[in-house]
C-alpha cells in the first residue's frame, strides 16, 4: 500500500475539437462552478480537428475564474522549454496563477516529424525532456538562463515575467526512462489514461519514481501523482474504462488513493458530459475526500 498524503484533487478532461467547442466552453464554466480543481486538454496538434491547447486554454481561462489549467500533456518537442514557460508564466500572471504544466514527448517521432519537428531518437527524446524540466524550472523562477546540453543550447535567456505562485511541472509518461526523469526532475507525474496503465501496473512505476527521487535527494512524498480516469458513471454507463454506479466510483478511487498513491483524478467521460459532470462533482468527488480522510486519520 502506498499512499503519499497529498490533498485529493479533481479535475475534467475537455475535449479539443473545434467542432464541440459550444459544449467545452459550457463544461468549462460548469466545471469551475462544481468546485473541481482542473480543467485538462489534450495536446494533440497534429490533429487536423483539434484546437490548439494553447490557445483553447486561453480562452477559457478569460471566461472562468477560480479553476485552474492543466495541459494533459504538452508536446515539448513542439513548444520548446522557453517559450513554454513564457506562455505559462504570462497565463499564470494574467489569471491569477491557474496553471499547471503538464509536459511529455509527444506520441511518436513520426507525429513530431509531421509537424517539422525533428526526428529523435527515444534515448535523444528522453535527455530532451529531462534538459527541458531543467530549463523551463529556472526561466519559471526568473532566473537568467544559461544551458548548454546534449540536446539544448540557451545562449542567455532573460525570463520573466515571474508567476503569482510557482507553476507546477508535471510530467506525462509510462515507461522506465521517462518515469526516472519524472522522479529526478518534476514536480509530479502523470499517469496515462487507467485504460493503457490499468491499476495493477500502477505500483511498479511508482516505485521507479521513487528510487530515482531518492536517488536524487528528493523525498517522493513531494511528487505529485495523476490518473486520468476514462469511464462513465451510472447503471447504463457502457463503454471502455471504469464504468459502474456512483459508490463503485467512489471504493475505487479511493482504493487508488490510498493503496496506488494517486492524489489527483482527472474525469475523460464516454458518454452525456454534462450529466457525467454533475455525477462526478456531487456524488464521487466529496464522497472519495470523506472516504479517504477516514482511512488516513485511522492510520
Do not use: C
Amino acid at each position: 500500500m502506498t499512499d503519499y498524503r497529498q490533498a485529493i484533487t479533481f479535475g475534467l478532461s475537455l475535449d479539443p475539437s473545434s467542432e464541440k467547442l459550444p459544449e467545452t466552453r459550457h463544461l468549462a464554466r460548469a466545471a469551475a462552478a462544481s468546485g473541481l480543481a482542473y480543467l485538462a486538454v489534450q495536446d494533440h496538434a497534429y490533429q487536423p480537428g483539434h484546437l490548439d491547447t494553447w490557445t483553447l486554454i486561453s480562452h477559457l481561462a478569460a471566461e472562468t475564474d477560480r479553476i485552474s489549467f492543466l495541459t494533459d500533456v504538452a508536446d515539448l518537442q513542439l513548444r520548446p522549454p522557453t517559450m513554454l514557460a513564457k506562455a505559462g508564466a504570462s497565463l499564470s500572471v494574467l489569471t491569477g496563477g491557474r496553471v499547471v504544466l503538464g509536459i511529455g514527448g509527444g506520441p511518436s517521432s513520426d507525429a513530431v516529424a509531421a509537424m517539422g519537428g525533428p526526428r529523435r531518437s527515444g534515448a535523444e527524446t528522453i535527455t530532451y525532456i529531462a534538459e527541458g524540466l531543467q530549463i523551463m524550472r529556472r526561466a519559471l523562477a526568473g532566473d537568467a538562463v544559461q544551458y548548454l546540453g546534449e540536446q539544448h543550447t540557451v545562449e542567455g535567456y532573460r525570463a520573466g515575467p515571474v508567476p503569482p505562485t510557482p507553476v507546477p511541472l508535471w510530467l506525462g509518461g509510462q515507461r522506465p526512462r521517462m518515469l526516472k526523469v519524472a522522479g529526478r526532475y518534476a514536480d509530479g507525474w502523470i499517469s496515462p489514461l487507467n485504460i493503457y496503465v490499468p491499476p495493477a501496473e500502477v505500483p511498479a512505476r511508482q516505485q521507479i519514481i521513487d528510487d530515482a527521487a531518492r536517488a536524487a535527494g528528493r523525498a517522493p512524498t513531494e511528487i505529485r501523482r495523476i490518473y486520468n480516469v476514462i469511464g462513465a458513471i451510472g447503471p447504463n454507463g457502457g463503454g471502455t474504462g471504469l464504468v459502474g454506479d456512483a459508490q463503485l466510483w467512489v471504493d475505487t478511487l479511493t482504493r487508488w488513493a490510498v493503496d496506488l498513491g494517486f492524489d489527483t483524478f482527472i474525469f475523460w467521460p464516454t458518454t452525456s458530459p454534462r450529466s457525467q459532470l454533475r455525477a462526478f462533482a456531487d456524488r464521487v468527488v466529496p464522497a472519495v475526500r470523506e472516504q479517504v480522510r477516514e482511512i488516513r486519520e485511522q492510520r
